[in-house]
């Protein structure tokens, strides 16, 4: 079985609006029209079997809406969707929010401190961090360079080093390998230490494969995982790229399945 960690749908009233919108912030193509539909048949064309959704709450105003769609998308027998919070809501709507999302059987959220404006260090992230690992469920931050903030990067790997020290309990996926388009600092501050990374992106800003090889083997088989960025980037090309590095058979699992499992609290 193969897992994509790391894709992103809408709800069907709203998906070509807001796919129109993120495609021209980024001027890419995209590969599906952006509903949860659509993305289950491009995971089919792929020969992938599985995806989480990342659901981004960009700002308090849209929390409840977000979940809402996680809550009821997770319900597809082949998608676990994502909750979100935004650091900007007080911590009681925080906790409140989490609280449902785990109760309704969501394992994780995703945060993209870009769109939030916000650096992923800030204090402001630290109840939305402390609750998350109280409740057991897992942390997607957007990592690295991001195309909605050329000039400001949020979400560094200095700034994700900081976070665990000060949060070693909590379940972090860094996306983008740790930091999208920064990866000799991950290199540097973040391989081998308790932080999963999910390999999305990879393939769209061509990272050097030698290197890649070389950071995958050296970071441990428990944290890898396998991401796309559906619908900006084609799963299938990104698989491609995984599998030319001719990756030992098990660690292939461990990335494209199992860490995932793990992760969702499935075996």
């Known amino acids: 079985m193969i897992?994509?960690?790391?894709?992103?749908?809408f709800p069907d009233s709203l998906a070509e609006r807001a796919l129109g919108k993120l495609s021209a912030i980024g001027g890419i193509p995209t590969y599906t029209n952006g509903t949860a539909a659509d993305t289950v048949r491009a995971l089919d064309d792929a020969g992938i079997d599985r995806a989480v959704i990342c659901n981004i709450a960009?700002?308090?105003?849209?929390?409840?809406?977000?979940?809402?769609f996680a809550i009821a998308t997770n319900a597809h027998p082949?998608?676990?969707?994502?909750?979100?919070?935004?650091?900007?809501?007080?911590?009681?709507?925080?906790?409140?929010?989490?609280t449902r999302l785990h109760a309704a059987g969501?394992?994780?959220?995703?945060?993209?401190?870009?769109?939030?404006?916000?650096?992923?260090?800030?204090a402001r992230f630290d109840p939305i961090f402390s609750r998350?690992?109280?409740?057991?469920?897992?942390?997607?931050?957007?990592?690295?360079?991001?195309?909605?903030?050329?000039?400001?990067i949020h979400a560094t790997p200095t700034a994700i080093a900081r976070v665990l020290e000060k949060h070693p309990h909590l379940n972090l996926v860094a996306a983008h390998f740790g930091g999208n388009r920064q990866w000799d600092d991950v290199e540097e501050l973040l391989i081998g230490r308790r932080v999963w990374l999910d390999l999305s992106l990879t393939e769209m800003f061509s990272l050097d494969p030698a290197q890649y090889r070389r950071m995958i083997l050296a970071h441990g088989s428990d944290h890898l995982l396998f991401g796309s960025d559906l619908p900006w980037c084609d799963p299938a090309k990104a698989l491609g790229y995984l599998s030319d590095l001719d990756l030992p058979s098990d660690l292939m699992e461990k990335i494209c399945e199992k860490n995932a499992l793990a992760l969702v609290g499935e075996k």
């Open 58 to 68: 960009t700002n308090d105003r849209q929390t409840t809406n977000v979940n809402n």
């Open 132 to 152: 998350a690992a109280e409740l057991g469920l897992f942390v997607i931050t957007h990592a690295g360079w991001d195309f909605i903030s050329p000039d400001k």
């Open 78 to 98: 082949r998608l676990y969707a994502l909750g979100s919070v935004n650091p900007t809501s007080s911590e009681d709507f925080i906790d409140a929010e989490l």
């Open 106 to 122: 969501i394992k994780g959220i995703k945060i993209h401190p870009d769109y939030m404006g916000i650096e992923l260090d800030d």
């Open 3 to 9: 897992i994509d960690f790391h894709t992103h749908c």
